[in-house]
């Protein structure tokens, strides 16, 4: 399950990538995935991958 997660952040940093052409995948917009993605790290208390994720909004000015 910690997999899942860290796939909703791995695909919706790459949405947030400014080269990238999309913004959504499946009518789920990228933010939903990095919403998902912090839900599920916080709710299997994955600090490292929390952190990073967090780290990775903060360099990106994104409001979540």
Do not use: M
């Not at 400014?18 to 709710?43: C, D, H, M, Q, Y």
Request: charged share 35%.
């Amino acid at each position: 399950l910690p997999e899942l997660y860290r796939i909703y952040f791995d695909v919706g940093r790459r949405l947030f990538d400014p080269e990238s052409n999309f913004k959504e995948v499946n009518s789920i917009k990228r933010k939903a995935f990095l919403l998902k993605a912090k839900t599920g790290f916080k709710s299997l208390n994955l600090k490292y991958d929390l952190e990073k994720l967090e780290q990775f909004v903060a360099l990106s000015n994104i409001d979540l």
